[in-house]
């Protein structure tokens, strides 16, 4: 073998574990072709690629990339994991899946329903024939006239006392706060002919009614209210109930009856036409597809995933006794202390968990070195995409995200990520609040020429922090966003970006559409965000273009040479720490053909968006 020309191995459905990884002896599994490369990558001399023919690889346990056992590339070389033939017209399917296929159809007692002893399953999610089929729900959430009490809620109609399986029922609850949606079980119902008394499970309730709350103090309030003090209720009221074998009343829905321990029975609705006992309908099992864990001593480094489609995955936790009570972007509160944030000078509070918890991703990495992800599918998932926590000089290029229930790309800390020319849509499927990509207290990390719309809250998020310095958030097409919760944007920073405007945080040549929802805004600067340059973007068809007085004010953010179809509030007098220069006002009517002939917003436009993504690194290269 030649220096610099990649080692070869192969697997395939068909092959075996006891054959050498060859094209015509594949191995049959994915943990059969890593032991292959742990006995190989010490001594490298070139790419170690492996290569997955068409196919499902079911994945028993997570497929975990350990430093430590050998998965590193070595020698300034990698190890890859792509589809066979990656990069040519003949680039084979192969997908990595946590699911189980579900089989044992039966008519249901739900008329036209068909069900499936399934053991101890716990599902959120059910595909059927690569579709995501809906938890069946009913809205609202609790019929009547209701009150909300320490222990639930309380109701003048007597129909939940006739709902199957209640502790199978989970609750939601969107603008709990206005970025945030709960969910919470239902712990029993009980009644008489007069009221129903729904009690939810705890310590998730009790945790809600201490972490939701929010007080707005008078002139705010002034006209609704007289100048009175008011507190935002999220949870006066559910707005819709889930997984009820009541609620399945809508063809391609579906229900896990929990009624008889150990005995869980799917039901589910059938679109018409649709047979289960003929359709592929899988189940997520894993909560991990791969799961990479250096440390800071020993990183993961130089491995790339390519040309893979990463399928059923699942998140269980919120069907526990702690719920998920969502606060900001990926973040939920699982317990501990609460904090109490002043705002306003003393006219409103917020309190907020002082040690949030994350929701998971799928594939996701810890302590990761030039570890990359190029041209993958991720699809059909029940928490985040893709997830990197520290580490150094990854990439996430080129990727299709799309129909996960949480984010699509979270980084945190860590340094040198690159995100770009990646496709992602219809994410936060289930859990509305995520956004589309997050970033938190992260060094010289670049998100560009992506394309992101169709998100339940913002497009791109960028928290700062003691860390966060140089992020470049370039010619992104982010439009449709914001269509669940509100107070968000197409883009959105907040907190201290840097240190000062040349290590800050810039936002150029992105074009954002359709942010078009209440009290959501186009370009979103918000709580305390400083050293931001907001520098030749384009804004339409927005609630708001940008907002220059939020609380704790803003400091150091410049808005120079924009395009947009509204004068920003408060433009004329912009508070001390805002500068605006050169921005132009177009109107609402006619943007288009008005951006088009100014040559810098023509500019603008032509160069958003994922255009053609570069191609990965040659062999031999660390990508």
């Known amino acids: 073998m030649l220096d610099d020309q990649p080692d070869q191995l192969h697997v395939a459905p068909w092959g075996r574990d006891s054959w050498p ?25 070139s790419d170690l690629v492996v290569n997955l023919r068409a196919g499902t690889y079911v994945l028993d346990t997570p497929f975990t990339l350990d430093p430590a056992a050998g998965d590193s590339g070595e020698n300034g070389h990698r190890v ?17 899946s946590g699911g189980r296929v579900i089989t044992g159809w039966r008519p249901g007692e739900v008329d036209g329903a068909w069900q499936a002893e399934v053991g101890s399953l716990e599902t959120r999610q059910l595909y059927v024939n690569g579709r995501r089929a809906p938890r069946a729900s009913l809205s609202p959430g609790i019929p009547g006239s209701v009150t ?52 939810l499970v705890q310590p998730a309730f009790d945790r809600a009614r201490e972490l939701y709350t929010a007080t707005w103090v008078g002139d705010r309030t002034a006209s609704a209210e007289g100048g009175r003090d008011t507190r935002w209720d999220g949870l006066a009221r559910p707005s819709a109930a889930e997984n009820c074998v009541s609620f399945l ?17 799917l039901n589910y609705l059938p679109l018409p036409g649709e047979d289960p006992a003929e359709a592929e309908v899988v189940a997520p099992v894993l909560e991990k597809l791969v799961l990479g864990r250096g440390t800071e001593e020993n990183p993961l480094h130089d491995v790339t995933l390519r040309g893979l489609t990463f399928s059923h995955a699942g998140w269980t936790e919120p069907d526990g006794p702690h719920g998920f009570l969502h ?12 904090q109490k944030v002043e705002l306003a000078e003393g006219k409103a509070h917020l309190t907020i968990p002082a040690a949030p918890r994350f929701l998971p991703a799928h594939v996701e990495f810890t302590a990761a070195v030039r570890v990359a992800l190029h041209d993958n599918r991720f699809a059909l998932l029940g928490a985040g995409a893709i997830g990197f926590a520290g580490g150094r000089d990854n990439a996430v290029v080129g990727n299709h995200i799309e129909d996960v229930s949480g984010s699509a790309v979270t980084v945190a800390s860590g340094t040198g990520t690159r995100i770009r020319h990646n496709l992602i849509h219809r994410i936060g499927r289930e859990y509305h609040g995520s956004p589309a990509i997050w970033v938190m207290d992260a060094h010289e990390v670049t998100v560009a020429h992506n394309e992101i719309h169709d998100v339940p809250y913002s497009g791109i998020v960028v928290t700062g922090g003691s860390r966060a310095a140089r992020v470049r958030i370039t ?42 929802t209440p009290y959501n805004f186009g370009l979103y600067t918000d709580y305390g965000a400083a050293w931001v340059t907001v520098q030749g973007n384009v804004v339409h068809r927005g609630d708001t273009p940008i907002v220059l007085r939020v609380t704790p004010p803003l400091e150091n953010v410049t808005f120079r ?9 408060g433009a004329d007098t912009p508070p001390s720490g805002v500068t605006l220069a050169g921005n132009t006002v177009l109107p609402k009517d006619g943007f288009e053909e008005a951006l088009a002939a100014d040559p810098a917003g023509a500019a603008i436009l032509a160069s958003a968006g994922r255009g053609a993504p570069p191609v990965g690194p040659p062999p031999g290269r660390a990508g």
């Open 249 to 265: 009343t809508e063809p391609g829905t579906f229900v896990l009856d929990r009624r008889t321990p150990g005995r869980h029975v």
């Open 561 to 569: 040479d924009n395009f947009w179809d509204d004068h920003p509030a």
């Open 327 to 338: 606060f900001f972007a990926t973040t939920y509160y699982g317990g501990g202390e609460l």
């Open 148 to 199: 909300k009490t320490e222990t639930g809620y309380v109701t003048d109609s007597t129909v939940p006392q006739r709902w199957q399986d209640p502790t199978s029922i989970e609750f939601v609850f969107p603008w709990v706060y206005p970025w945030s949606e709960a969910r919470c079980r239902v712990a029993g119902i009980t009644g008489d002919a007069r009221s129903t008394t729904i009690t």
């Open 80 to 96: 890859v994991y792509q589809a066979h033939g990656y990069g040519t017209p003949l680039q084979e399917t192969a997908v990595v």
């Open 475 to 516: 010619e992104n097409l982010v439009h449709r966003t914001m269509t669940v919760l509100a107070d968000g944007g197409g883009i959105y920073l907040n907190g201290r970006q840097g240190t000062s405007y040349t290590d800050g945080t810039l936002v150029r040549g992105n074009v954002v559409r359709d942010t078009v």
């Open 21 to 45: 990884g060859t094209l015509d002896r594949p191995f049959a599994t994915l943990p059969a072709a890593q032991r292959a490369v742990r006995a190989r990558t010490a001594s490298l001399r």
